[in-house]
């Protein structure tokens, strides 16, 4: 089935730096990738599409300039989340979908727990 | 805009049925999923329906779907204490558009 990998799986930043995340698609290619935030006990919040070859599309309230979103290859889309800071501390998950397949459901990495002290 | 909704918790005793429910407002609705998040995990894809299906089974699990009532519900059988985790509920038009999530139903299980 569709594989999709998320590393790093944990990382801890301090204040003011930046952290960039990856996914991929490990078996199909993907021209379109999602990033998620999950806040403790709460559901998954879409903040951006990643679009392979040009800008991603954020979803309102979340920060472009902030969030930088690179989808350079058709298995590849990173999330560097800039000059971080504490409220960023988040889980972050990324999904695809192989839009070769004929039934085609959103699979997810294993997400990104990010702390910022 | 869209809307998924499931109630927050559900608590079962190890080999009864549990049945996770689930309605959505969107009527343009194609694909409903159901995914099972274990504590610190991504989300894993356990079955997803059509909106032009009633129901689907899979082994020990059953997704019945009332479109005129948008509601969709999850049925697992037997269930193990391995099955504690939240499940969501999730919808999209289908295509390159997005995928709505419900709040999430964390299933416990009572040995």
């Known amino acids: 089935g569709a594989v999709v990998s998320q590393h790093p799986s944990r990382v801890i930043c301090k204040s003011g730096t930046s952290v960039k995340i990856e996914c991929r698609s490990l078996d199909f290619q993907a021209t379109t990738m999602f990033w998620y935030r999950q806040f403790p006990k709460q559901s998954l919040m879409l903040m951006a599409t990643?679009?392979?070859?040009?800008?991603?599309?954020?979803e309102q309230g979340v920060e472009k300039d902030k969030f930088l979103i690179n989808h350079a290859s058709l298995t590849l889309s990173t999330l560097t989340v800039t000059s971080a800071h504490p409220e960023d501390s988040s889980f972050y998950i990324c999904?695809?979908?192989?839009?070769?397949?004929?039934?085609?459901?959103?699979?997810f990495g294993n997400g990104t727990r990010l702390t910022v002290t | 805009g869209e809307d998924v909704e499931q109630s927050l918790f559900l608590s079962v005793r190890e080999g009864d049925s549990s049945v996770i429910n689930c309605t959505y407002t969107d009527s343009s609705s194609t694909y409903l999923y159901w995914y099972k998040q274990e504590p610190g995990a991504g989300l894993q894809l356990l079955t997803y329906i059509f909106s032009n299906m009633d129901m689907k089974q899979d082994q020990r699990l059953t997704v019945l779907l009332n479109k005129k009532d948008k509601h969709l519900s999850l049925r697992i059988a037997d269930t193990q204490t391995g099955d504690s985790a939240i499940y969501f509920c999730?919808?999209?038009?289908?295509?390159?558009?997005?995928?709505?999530f419900g709040t999430g139903t964390k299933l416990q299980v009572i040995p």
């Open positions: 990643s679009n392979e070859g040009s800008k991603a599309t954020y």
């Open positions: 999904s695809a979908r192989d839009f070769a397949a004929s039934e085609a459901p959103l699979h």
């Open positions: 999730a919808e999209s038009p289908g295509g390159y558009q997005k995928v709505t």
